[in-house]
């Protein structure tokens, strides 16, 4: 497999044991992200947890917290890189562990746990792309930053529809799922290093559509605390930087050659 990849140190916790992952997204969340995996740690019997670092220095990671709270695996990357590195990173290693597909979320705490099950149900009923959404019946996002909620309605979601040919309504929602098959299918390609910050998220969202793999949305709750966003997303620069990455992946950028 000529996969790109960044460097990263893999930790194994408990042996496989579900036909699907669960995997986190962290860096330096502290407390946000022991508080979710506490929640988390009843139902990991239903998947396998798979907490994928992007290089913490906060101590929230130690290994005996995740072995009580049922993680699978830690991985930590040690090459360059952020979101979508450590995505190809936690996707790559659970297609090498051959899972038959991936939740995917972010380690802040923001996302409802509850809602787990219904992305492994479309998962289990043969959808390849499950997008998370706080806009659909059932849904609900709590305390939003405005800038985010308009954003999301009047310029990311109705974008990448446009490009996908598929009505989303939450498209910066990090709460996904993804097949095996989707992950694997030639056209498709993910693990690539032109993925490297929010690309691949947008990408997939579009290409899977595009292609004519099962796409759907499920209802989520996303709750923002109130105060400071725990966001990695800053200020007009960095909502500047993602309607570019918008556009680039709109434009088929990242498609295969």
Same mark, same amino acid.
């Given at each position: 497999?000529?996969?790109?990849i ?9 042996? +496989?044991?579900?036909r ?11 407390e946000?992200?022991r ?6 740690? *009843? ?5 396998d ?9 906060? *101590?929230?990671l130690?290994?005996?917290f995740?072995?009580d ?6 991985l930590?990357?040690t090459g ?5 590195a450590?995505?190809?990173m936690?996707?790559?290693?659970a297609?090498n ?12 705490d +923001?996302d409802?746990?509850?809602?787990l ?23 609900? *996002?709590v305390?939003?930053p ?7 309605l ?7 529809s ?6 989303y ?34 990408y ?8 004519g ?24 620069? *960095?909502n500047a930087? %993602?309607?570019?990455?918008? %556009?680039?992946?709109?434009?088929? +950028?990242?498609?295969p050659?």
């Amino acid at each position: 497999m000529d996969w790109q990849i960044p460097e990263y140190r893999a930790e194994r916790l408990a042996p +496989k044991a579900s036909r699907y992952g669960v995997c986190i997204f962290v860096i330096n969340e502290g407390e946000r992200v022991r508080g979710q995996l506490r929640k988390m740690a *009843g139902q990991s019997r239903f998947w396998d947890i798979v907490v994928a670092d992007g290089g913490s220095t906060d *101590g929230s990671l130690d290994l005996p917290f995740l072995k009580d709270m049922g993680v699978t695996a830690l991985l930590t990357k040690t090459g360059p890189g952020k979101l979508s590195a450590q995505m190809r990173m936690a996707l790559a290693f659970a297609m090498n562990d051959n899972y038959e597909g991936c939740v995917v979320m972010d380690g802040n705490d +923001k996302d409802d746990v509850g809602a787990l099950p219904r992305f492994i149900e479309k998962l289990e009923a043969g959808f390849d792309h499950v997008q998370g959404s706080r806009y659909v019946p059932g849904g609900k *996002g709590v305390n939003t930053p405005l800038l985010r909620h308009w954003g999301v309605l009047l310029l990311h979601a109705p974008l990448i529809s446009m490009a996908a040919g598929f009505r989303y309504t939450d498209t910066t929602n990090g709460f996904r799922a993804y097949s095996r098959k989707l992950l694997l299918d030639p056209r498709i390609q993910p693990f690539r290093d032109c993925f490297q910050r929010y690309e691949l998220h947008y990408y997939l969202a579009i290409r899977a559509a595009r292609l004519g793999f099962k796409v759907c949305e499920v209802p989520v709750i996303r709750s923002y605390p109130k105060g400071e966003v725990p966001s990695k997303i800053k200020g007009w620069k *960095g909502n500047a930087a %993602i309607l570019q990455t918008v %556009i680039d992946c709109c434009l088929r +950028k990242y498609d295969p050659t």
